[in-house]
């Protein structure tokens, strides 16, 4: 298989299809048993984080590991917010060392954020973001690694991200052959934005893409819910849920996928509790595998 997707026989011919993962940095597992259980869901590839999953130090066994189980990591995430108060020091350290990590595994993509600041206006804070990270581009494109920013609902005050424009706008500053886009239609959706559109207006920078599922948070209803709440500065509560029980149109996206021939990897993630993982993820793999050819 290569990244690009693999092969599978369709009535007797061979066509191509995107490559299905899981996000595997959701398990609380060690490395081994997170590996074990993409495998054990029948996924194509997954995604690791740093420093959870990998780091420069360890990189080389864990590159080993992955390498005896037959899947493929697509993307090393982390949660590198530059632009966050008191977040750039940190914040661009992490994205260097998704980088490294992403290198060592044979991994195209680092994945990062850019991160919220109240008070610093959305033309200071691509600029700013712009010069800042070029050095890393540089490094990126030197190790034949792409860095993708996430598309972000607001989470707090002053994350561009978190609109269609914003997204354009920062990866047009960047001007980077290596700076794209990663794709999550949830996060979109949760702050309120129509994700087939946002995905006409993105299409050009998608290289990943995320799938999840969401729902607004009940008080009553959820008053006992032991999992991730997110909030959302415009919109509130959301909570995860299973692909095809929440708010988002991701049908739509994959069907646009699949017209404009995208064939890069699609990858569940769930947000969900622990006990859950497993259910939750392979609900996704089956929900994108009736609609990935």
């Known amino acids: 298989m290569s990244y690009a997707g693999q092969e599978s026989e369709t009535r007797g011919s061979t066509t191509r299809r995107r490559p299905l993962g899981i996000a595997a940095f959701e398990y609380r597992l060690p490395l081994d048993q997170k590996l074990a259980r ?9 995604e690791l984080a ?6 420069v130090e360890n990189a080389a066994a864990v590159a080993e590991a992955v390498g005896q189980t037959g899947v493929h990591v697509t993307a090393v995430a982390s949660l590198s917010k530059p632009n966050s108060p008191d977040g750039t020091e940190a914040g661009l350290q992490l994205l260097e060392e998704s980088i490294r990590c992403a290198e060592a595994l044979g991994a195209p993509y680092a994945i990062a954020y850019f991160g919220a600041h109240p008070e610093r206006p959305a033309s200071d804070a691509i600029e700013r973001y712009r010069r800042l990270v070029r050095p890393f581009v540089e490094l990126a494109a030197e190790r034949g690694v792409t860095i993708l920013i996430e598309n972000h609902f607001s989470h707090a005050p002053g994350d561009v991200t978190s609109g269609p424009s914003g997204c354009a706008e920062l990866i047009a500053a960047v001007d980077a052959e290596n700076f794209a886009l990663n794709f999550d239609p949830c996060n979109f959706a949760i702050a309120g934005v129509d994700v087939s559109a946002a995905y006409e207006d993105l299409k050009q920078f998608v290289r990943n893409v995320h799938v999840k599922d969401a729902r607004r948070y009940d ?22 849920v299973p692909v095809g029980e929440g708010i988002t149109d991701n049908t739509s996206v994959l069907n646009a996928l ?14 969900t509790p622990e006990e859950t993982l497993d259910e939750v993820l392979a609900k996704g793999l089956s929900y994108c595998r009736e609609l990935v050819v």
């Open 50 to 55: 740093t420093p959870g999953d990998v780091s």
């Open 38 to 46: 993409v495998v054990a869901l029948g996924a194509d590839c997954c």
């Open 258 to 271: 699949g017209r404009d021939g995208y064939t890069g990897a699609v990858t569940i993630e769930a947000h």
């Open 219 to 240: 008080s009553v209803r959820d008053a006992d819910y032991v999992g991730r709440v997110v909030d959302d500065t415009n919109r509130g509560k959301f909570l995860f």
